[in-house]
Nanobody, 120 residues
């Protein structure tokens, strides 16, 4: 069993900052790519940012220059530092991780989601 536990969402004013965290725990041999996605009601879930085990990052155009993804591999934790937040960043943010278990199979895991609301 593997769990992804997210934290750090909340309400912030436009222009403000928030930091999301997501920790993976359980039957883990290795964590490969980790990432953040977001979803608003009525729309598909979209990629925000990903980071590989080698620390290569990828960002959606809409967040480049404002968001920074990072990871602490020793803690199996991924972070999303969000700055200069805009109302259009309001969404439920989901953590994702591609995890290899002790049987050497890779599975895709999702966190439970954390609400980020940008509003004055």
């Amino acid at each position: 069993q593997v769990q992804l536990v997210e934290s750090g969402g909340g309400l912030v004013q436009p222009g403000g900052s928030l930091r999301l965290s997501c920790a993976a725990s359980g039957s883990i041999f290795r964590v490969n790519t980790m990432g953040w996605y977001r979803q608003v009601p009525g729309k598909e879930r979209e990629l925000v940012a990903t980071i590989t085990s080698g620390a290569t990052t990828n960002y959606a155009d809409s967040v480049k220059g404002r968001f920074t993804i990072s990871r602490d591999s020793a803690k199996n934790t991924v972070y999303l530092q969000m700055s200069s937040l805009k109302p259009e960043d309001t969404a439920v943010y989901y953590c994702n991780a591609k995890i290899i278990n002790w049987s050497r199979y890779e599975y895709d895991y999702w966190g439970q989601g954390t609400q980020v609301t940008v509003s004055s």
